[in-house]
Every structure is written in C-alpha cells, then in structure tokens.
C-alpha cells in the first residue's frame, strides 16, 4: 500500500509540474497574441459619455478602419447591428442603441490619425442620469434596488446585465487579448453635482479597474472630463470644482477643460455635435502628450522611422503637426518626435517649430530631412515633403467645415457643405492677391446644390465677404479688381483671409481646379513667353517666384520681375 501511495504521489507530483507548464505556455501564448501598437481605452460615465448629439455626415463618413470599437451590449434592432464581444469598425453610435455621438468618436479618430502606425481600440459602458455609484462594484447593486424605475437602472439591466462595472472587466479582458490597455477615460458629474466626496469614489473605481485587470496606474492614466460650463448654458458646471480635484486624489489623473465648449440648445447638460468632436480631440491631446512624455526618455534600437505624413500640403501661414516615430525589431513604435534632428532645404518655404510644421507665406515645395540616433548609436533617417499652394484640393490642405459641418473627399473632390456652411482655405498670416488680374474656379459637374463662392477679409465665416453664384455653371471667372461685399463695402485684396464655397448643403459640389491667372483662362506659370537676364536692380518692379507668387525677398534661385526671368547667382 505504501508504494502505490508514492507512485501515486509521483503522479501527482508530476501533473503538477505539467499543469504548471501548460498555464506557462498558455500565457507565453497570450502575451505573444497581444499587438502592443493597439491601444485601447476604457470609457465610463452617463449621458455626454454616452454621447447626446444626433452624428451627422461628418461623423459617419471616413470612420478609419484602424479605429476599433469592442461592442459592450447587443445592437440587433438599430444599424449598426453588434454584438457583445466583438470588434467592428467604430461609427457611432459607438456606446449603446439609446446613444448618439459622444466624446470616444473623434478621441479615437484624433488619436489614429497623430499614430501612423496604431490601432486605437476603445470599449464604452455608459448610462444617460447615471450616478457614479452604479460603477462601483460594492455598491450597485444595492443602488439598483433602491432605484428600480430609473431610466439609468432600466438602461443598465437592458444592455449590460444589471451590473455595467461587470461588463466593463469583461469587456477589458477580452480585449487585452488582443491590444494593450492604455488609459480610462471618465466623464460623468452632473447627477453626483459638486458632491465632495466624489473624487474618492472615483478613486475607489479606479483602483477597483487596475487591480481587476492587472494594470499599474502608471501605465494606465485616468482622464476626467469636465461638464458643460455655466457661459455655455450648463447647469451643473459646479461640479467642475471637484473635478479640478482629482489630481489631487489621483495623482496620475488628468482633468480635460469643456471650457467654451458649445452646449445643446437649451439642453443644460450636453455639448452639441460640434462640442463633442472638440472634447474628443481634447481627451485625444491629453493622452498624446502623456504618451509623449512616457517616451521623452525611454531608450531602444530602431530599425527604422515612419512619419504620419511623409507629404504634407499646406495653405501660405498655415501649421500642421509632425509625428514621427522609431520602430523597434518587434514592431513596436515610439514616438520620437522631439527627439529628431530636422534639416530643411530651404526655409524660406516651411520651418519647423518644435512638433509642427510652419508654413511660410511663399509657394513651393521643399523637403524637410529627419534623422534619429538610437541607443545603439546608429542614425536612422528619412525625409516630409513639404508643398506650400494657395488651394489645395487634399483632404488635408481643404478645410470643409470653416463654418457648421462638411466633408471632402480627397480622391474624388466632392465637397459637402451643412446648410451655409463653408468649406475651403483659411490663411493665417492673410495674403496678398492684389498683383493678379482673374480668379479661375471650375468645377467637374454642374451643382444643384447652388453653390456661391466667397473672398473675406476676416477669418470669422459669420462676417462680411464678396460672393458669387454659380447657378448651374461649371466655371466662374472672377475678375478680381474693384470687388464688392456683400455688406457694400471694397475687398481689400491685400488682406485675404479666408477662401472658400458655400451652399444649401442639399447636394456635392464636385470640384476641378481653382487658381489666379492673368488671362482668366490658363494659370499662372510665370515663365511663359519671358526673355532672360542675369542682372536686378531693387525697386525696378515686383517680385515673384516661378509659382507667380509674390514674394519679399530674393535669395538664389529663378524669379520673375516685370515680365522677365531673373536669375539670381
């Protein structure tokens, strides 16, 4: 008898060890699974979480595929139609069928398109009215039964099983399969108004989500949104008070300003669509800087650099932002953009200031050269493309929504205005197209969407401007001198700040071209039919460059003054 308890000892023993394996093995498994270049975030709260806002065409159009939505709650009678538990693409509404658009839309698409090479995953659990307690895994149930009849118990017991903290972790684990959880963003206020003891609850919740999920706060931020301010029409905006406390209570916590914020009408509580996309973006602009900051001293080996835009097209004075980042063997990205060396070839055309690319007020194209040394010592390089034009018909150069809601589309040129909306160029510095006899604007397709184009003198859409009508023409040519506004008073073409269409936003407007000229039919190319000279004396006329754009100064290189080509040695 005792031998076969020591041989059944030994099996044991060694079924031990074998189980102990395979759970190795099947972690090793899990960990090899996990993409760490997708970001996920956790999102909670109650209505503005939810999101308040009816998405219109901007909001469902170009929804990224690299931004991911993981649903929280079956959708089967409204479009789209989800399931619990599994990825789609995230077009809104992103949290449950009672929602509309809320802060995680343009969070995420912000945050995808500042990392080039990241998928952003975000996983939403909120409930319009819903006090913070009901995400407090030790109190919601007994909140529950206190409250049956309200409309955040009845949404809670509907979509997510009575216990929406629960769902939450689940949601999270099923998603650190496949991603890396990278912050908690919360927004919730007005039905615990100014209570002080709100941020230790929040902070009880927080700790409650690190530790369920095996995260490090460190790791994980938590970033807490504000409500809508009292000048914006909000009625809770006192609340504003205790979270401006949370950093106190949580140190790795970060408030996000709804300062200026557009609110919903009379609604007191929630931000309108235009609110909620620039409360995204701000949510997005915390975290990347704090991702930012996490890299600003971490060392590793790159094996090369990939830049979110290796060609940029920007308006004379405009800024855009830079990012570039260092891939390691393995794939994961850094991001390392203040930490490069820029070179540009000439500076007169873009400039680099810090993380953003600075337009000069001078047409052309220059290349900015980027270079990086690893912890290895080895320099890793590679090169932006920079072109300056005065009309850009990129998705990036063309503004669609200067004033209310558009789209662009910039393979097909179809641009969509909301109702007097207006979609085009804004330049900051001003410019001046004084020098030019005929503005040229075609379009491929006659529009019944009765398009009118503008010319201001102010960067202010609601302000004074020249306009023109197209009715059903394909081209209009403006003659650019003694301009009227429609307020009756003279264009200053020396001052243009904004260009642009405007329309009823019943239709798209599919555009062509649009350029100065000097004889309303062809661009201005400022080398045709010209004789040569090497020799300039200052003051004999105005300069421009090859582009037939005016400029200030001259530097070497070809230009052109009172018709004629000028070489400069």
Not at 350 to 360: F, T
Not at 490 to 510: E, N, P, R
Request: charged share 20%; net charge neutral.
């Amino acid at each position: 008898m005792r031998c076969k308890s020591i041989i059944n000892n030994k099996i044991l023993n060694n079924m031990k060890r074998l189980t102990s394996l395979l759970a190795m093995m099947m972690l090793c498994a899990a960990s090899f699974a996990q993409d760490p270049n997708f970001h996920i975030y956790l999102a909670f709260g109650q209505s503005n979480m939810e999101g308040n806002a009816q998405p219109e065409a901007i909001d469902r159009n170009n929804v990224p595929e690299r931004f991911q939505l993981l649903a929280t709650c079956n959708n089967t009678n409204v479009s789209p139609q989800r399931t619990t538990g599994k990825w789609y693409k995230a077009t809104p509404p992103l949290v449950n069928p009672n929602g509309g658009l809320g802060p995680c839309d343009w969070f995420g698409r912000t945050m995808v398109e500042q990392l080039p090479n990241v998928k952003i995953g975000v996983i939403p659990v909120a409930m319009g009215g819903s006090p913070i307690e009901m995400f407090d895994k030790d109190k919601y149930q007994q909140k529950m039964k206190d409250n049956p009849n309200e409309w955040w118990a009845q949404l809670a017991r509907n979509h997510y099983g009575s216990n929406p903290y629960g769902r939450l972790i689940d949601m999270a684990k099923i998603a650190q399969k496949a991603g890396v959880i990278k912050g908690i963003l919360l927004h919730q206020g007005c039905s615990n108004c100014n209570d002080p003891n709100w941020p230790n609850m929040v902070k009880k919740i927080y700790n409650d989500i690190l530790n369920d999920l095996g995260l490090t706060a460190e790791e994980v931020p938590l970033l807490v949104g504000e409500v809508l301010y009292a000048d914006m029409g909000g009625s809770c905006s006192s609340h504003n008070n205790q979270v401006a406390r949370m950093p106190q209570v949580v140190p790795t916590s970060y408030v996000i300003s709804a300062a200026k914020l557009p609110g919903n009408g009379n609604d007191p509580w929630h931000f309108s669509a235009a609110g909620y996309r620039e409360l995204g973006r701000r949510y997005a602009e915390v975290m990347l800087s704090i991702l930012e900051k996490n890299e600003s001293t971490a060392e590793f080996s790159v094996t090369d650099l990939t830049v979110r835009s290796s060609e940029m097209t920007l308006t004379p004075g405009q800024n855009a932002t830079i990012a570039i980042y260092g891939n390691e063997a393995d794939g994961t990205s850094h991001n390392i953009t203040r930490r490069c060396d820029f070179t540009i070839d000439d500076e007169n055309i873009a400039k680099v200031d810090g993380i953003k690319v600075v337009a000069g007020n001078t047409e052309g194209t220059t290349t900015i050269h980027v270079s990086f040394k690893d912890k290895d010592g080895k320099t890793v390089t590679t090169d932006i493309t920079v072109k300056i034009e005065m009309f850009p018909l990129t998705e990036s150069g063309l503004n669609p929504s200067l004033s209310g809601s558009g789209t662009f589309n910039g393979k097909t040129l179809a641009l969509t205005t909301g109702k007097d909306g207006l979609g085009g160029w804004k330049y900051t510095n001003g410019i001046d197209i004084s020098d030019y006899k005929y503005l040229v604007v075609r379009l491929r397709l006659p529009s019944s969407a009765k398009p009118t184009l503008r010319i201001y003198n102010t960067s202010n859409a609601a302000g004074d401007y020249y306009e023109i009508a197209f009715q059903r023409q394909k081209e209009v040519v403006i003659e650019l001198k003694d301009l009227k506004t429609v307020g009756g008073k003279d264009l200053d073409l020396k001052k243009v700040q904004m260009i642009g269409f405007s329309s009823s936003g019943s239709a798209t407007v599919y555009l062509s071209e649009i350029f100065f000229s000097n004889d309303g039919e062809n661009p201005i190319t400022g080398i045709d039919d010209m004789t040569f000279s090497t020799t300039f004396t200052k003051g004999e006329g105005a300069i421009y460059n090859i582009q037939g754009q005016r400029i200030n100064a001259l530097k070497k290189g070809l230009y052109i003054i009172n018709g004629k080509k000028i070489m400069v040695r």
